[in-house]
């Protein structure tokens, strides 16, 4: 199906699935998180894809100063409108949102991490992107047991094989009682290459 015959909420869900998990790589001051650079362009590359627009108008500003330890903390607060544009069809979706950053010593730099920090979270929230501080396939490994290797594995494994001489397709079939290696599921992929990058 050609994406202009979707519409705006049907191709919201398919950048979702092309964004997928994100592994939070970053290290702040208390917790992990994810890299901003690799979680724009992830979902702006669907985006662009699905000839979809996002667009941030701010509704309202608050500006105020704290003392805090001898220390001027500028906070600033957004109100703020999130629009999402379908090119095709014209088609739009608001949602409101709101962000706060904080600075100390320089008004503008609170401004800016409140308008960072927020879409960071607006696209992480809206698309619900699961995040993990695990490398990603791992952590499809462990919520999807039963998922089956794709072409791409199989042939993996194909060239694996033809490399040893000791162990053959076989061999594997009969140790995991399935009929072809097209049947085996991600976890004993894993541990296949596991196995045999141990008897080189």
């Not at 494994?157 to 076989?170: C, P, T, Y």
């Amino acid at each position: 199906m050609s994406t202009k015959q979707l519409n705006l909420k049907q191709k919201l869900i398919e950048i979702r699935k092309e964004i997928g998990i994100l592994q939070k790589t970053e290290q702040g001051n208390r917790s992990k998180y994810i890299n901003p650079a690799t979680l724009l362009l992830r979902v702006t590359e669907a985006m662009n894809e699905y000839g979809i627009l996002l667009q941030l108008q701010i509704l309202e500003a608050k500006n105020t100063v704290e003392q805090i330890n001898d220390k001027t903390v500028y906070i600033t607060e957004h109100k703020m409108l999130y629009t999402w544009h379908d090119v095709d069809s014209s088609e739009t979706m608001e949602c409101l949102w709101a962000g706060v950053g904080k600075n100390i010593g320089d008004a503008s730099m609170a401004g800016g991490s409140s308008l960072s920090y927020s879409e960071r979270y607006f696209l992480t929230k809206f698309f619900q992107i699961p995040t993990t501080q695990e490398d990603p396939e791992f952590l499809k490994q462990k919520s999807l047991p039963d998922r089956k290797i794709d072409d791409h594995m199989h042939a993996e494994l194909v060239a694996k094989l033809m490399e040893k001489k000791s162990v053959s397709g076989d061999m594997i079939c009969d140790y995991y009682n399935i009929d072809n290696l097209e049947h085996l599921t991600f976890p004993q992929f894993k541990e296949c290459l596991l196995k045999l990058a141990a008897s080189e």
